[in-house]
């Protein structure tokens, strides 16, 4: 279970990141020092406030306050103090709630389980009583599985984001079939959006923004809309998070924590620190239900991205933020995913170098990174080339109206650029001082292909170096593991010769084998590196990651 100061740390990583150049000073303040022209922003994973529905959920709380940049109010000039509570893993759930979402979550999934083996003996049968059988055709399970996975919840739907990115690892068609879930998850009611846009602001969304009452696009934390505020005619999209998902999350997260908590009893486990992982994977999840830290991160993004012609994030409309609705710029784009695979890749090599390039200025400069990249997190859209002073819009808008082969030759043809546009940004990874030094030095190792080197800066940066199990062997082992992955390739060091799961997974392994206990807060950057390697696994190209890696060193 988290405790108070454990979670006080982890906010810490999260959220001390005032700097001269931030545009959010943000510090931990006693309650009894703050003052009339402070803004105050508890940030958290759960309110007994919230939690109509099962009682007990939520421990009570240490309070802490962090202040931040004044957010205006819709209909007022005047600043307004908020304060909310911090959101955490419940210590204690009644063992009636938690046998209920058990026994929730067994029936949700058992009729997949069930059926499985039929699917899968048809989907292998290339004939059955002189019937063809087409595995893409069996679609009924797939269906059922999405639509089960969907019913889990949070939780289960990020699972299937996750799996729906990762075509190297899974068969086509579940990750074809689960990619639905990336932006087309069921839609809550637009009465819903309309309360939560009053109750938020204090006035209805009719007055103030012509609304397209169709979602663009809904995920597992909200849906997104297309408007356009009256005031000034700015086209904007508006977030609104949906109903009833926190009580399940924390359940959920609890229940997985208790896991965690009972395997880490076991001394083969201690070194995969699955507690500290877990919070920092519940982190993840629950600062996605306060919109207000979505916003900030998309300022710290922002002020990140400066300079970056091709990568961008929307912009805020200040005056419009609150903790269920976030109103920002509506962006041009398609989904990434609409792109994957179409025409003849022109703009693969190009694509890859980009987001390669934004994955480690994330990571290894600004050390604040978006956790959540999956296609339909990514837009992108085309600039005209430098020599050209204007867009030929017909031609942008018949590959946004469709993006096919064809509009994406044409656009190559004419020197246009790809643009991207990163969205949702509710989920950052950001690392430790002295968890960042590692990872750069073991970054520079890797450059190297020093094997041995890196088993070292284990062994030497881990938690506990005294109770490493066999240091001597450990390096052997990882320099062994370096040398059967053939990562060299001539001085190359090939992004298609790096499989992350796979070399996560050999090193889970051999950390697990020597008691060796690394900082939690490389999860996230862990899941963020899974995710993006997914999506770049589709390009239909390759780069070296050497110079670029060392540009960033």
């Known amino acids: 279970m988290l405790s108070r100061g454990t979670w006080r740390r982890i906010s810490g990583l999260t959220f001390r990141r005032a700097s001269p150049l931030h545009p959010v000073n943000r510090r931990f303040t006693p309650m009894k020092s703050i003052t009339k022209s402070g803004w105050i922003l508890s940030i958290s994973i759960g309110s007994a406030v919230t939690l109509h529905s099962i009682s007990g959920l939520v421990s009570p709380l240490n309070s802490h306050t962090i202040m931040l940049e004044p957010f205006m109010s819709a209909t007022s000039n005047e600043p307004k103090t908020v304060i909310y509570t911090e959101l955490v893993v419940p210590k204690h759930l009644p063992i009636r709630v938690t046998l209920f979402r058990i026994l929730y979550l067994v029936f949700n999934f058992l009729p997949v389980v069930i059926t499985f083996p039929l699917w899968w003996w048809f989907s292998n049968t290339k004939t059955v009583n002189h019937i063809e059988w087409n595995p893409s055709s069996e679609s009924w399970w797939l269906s059922l599985l999405r639509y089960r996975m969907e019913h889990g919840g949070v939780l289960f739907i990020k699972l299937a984001q996750w799996i729906s990115s990762r075509y190297d690892v899974f068969p086509p068609d579940i990750c074809y079939s689960l990619s639905r879930l990336q932006s087309r998850v069921t839609a809550h009611s637009l009465q819903h959006t309309k309360q939560s846009f009053k109750s938020s602001f204090g006035i209805d969304m009719d007055i103030v923004i012509n609304l397209n009452e169709t979602p663009i696009g809904i995920g597992a934390i909200g849906q997104v809309y297309k408007g356009v505020l009256k005031a000034d005619g700015e086209a904007i999209a508006i977030k609104v998070l949906h109903p009833g998902i926190l009580e399940p999350l924390l359940a959920d997260l609890y229940i997985i924590t208790c896991a965690a908590q009972f395997l880490d009893r076991f001394s083969q486990l201690k070194p995969l620190s699955l507690p500290e992982e877990v919070e920092t994977f519940a982190y993840m999840l629950l600062s996605q239900l306060d919109l207000r830290i979505e916003a900030e991160n998309y300022w710290m993004f922002k002020r990140n991205l400066k300079g970056w012609t091709q990568l961008r994030v929307p912009d805020v409309r200040k005056n419009w933020i609150a903790k269920d609705v976030l109103v920002e710029s509506l962006e041009p784009g398609v989904h990434l995913r609409q792109v994957l695979g179409v025409g003849k890749g022109e703009f693969d090599h190009e694509l890859l170098e980009l987001g390669v390039r934004a994955f480690l200025q994330m990571c290894l400069k600004d050390n604040f990174g978006h956790a959540d990249l999956h296609p339909s997190n990514i837009l992108i859209t085309f600039t005209p080339p430098l020599s050209s002073k204007s867009i030929d819009t017909k031609l942008v808008d018949s590959f946004l109206n469709r993006p096919t082969g064809d509009s994406l030759t044409s656009l190559y043809e004419a020197g246009y650029k790809p643009r991207l546009t990163l969205?949702?940004?509710?989920?950052?990874?950001?690392?430790?001082?002295?968890?960042?030094?590692?990872?750069?030095?073991?970054?520079?190792?890797?450059?190297?292909?020093?094997?041995?080197?890196?088993?070292?800066?284990?062994?030497?940066?881990?938690?506990?170096?005294?109770?490493?199990?066999?240091?001597?062997?450990?390096?052997?082992?990882?320099?062994?593991?370096?040398?059967?992955?053939?990562?060299?390739?001539?001085?190359?060091?090939?992004?298609?010769?790096?499989?992350?799961?796979?070399?996560?997974?050999?090193?889970?392994?051999?950390?697990?084998?020597?008691?060796?206990?690394?900082?939690?807060?490389?999860?996230a950057l862990a899941i963020a590196a899974v995710l993006v390697e997914g999506c770049a696994r589709r390009l239909r190209s390759d780069i070296d990651l050497v110079p670029l890696l060392t540009d960033y060193l």
């Open 423 to 523: 969205v949702d940004c509710g989920i950052v990874s950001n690392l430790s001082e002295y968890s960042l030094m590692t990872l750069k030095e073991v970054f520079a190792a890797g450059i190297e292909f020093d094997g041995a080197k890196i088993g070292s800066l284990l062994v030497e940066k881990c938690r506990s170096p005294q109770l490493v199990k066999d240091p001597t062997g450990f390096k052997t082992k990882v320099a062994g593991l370096f040398q059967s992955l053939k990562l060299d390739n001539e001085g190359q060091l090939m992004l298609s010769q790096v499989h992350t799961g796979l070399i996560l997974e050999k090193f889970m392994a051999l950390l697990r084998e020597h008691h060796l206990h690394m900082p939690g807060d490389f999860a």
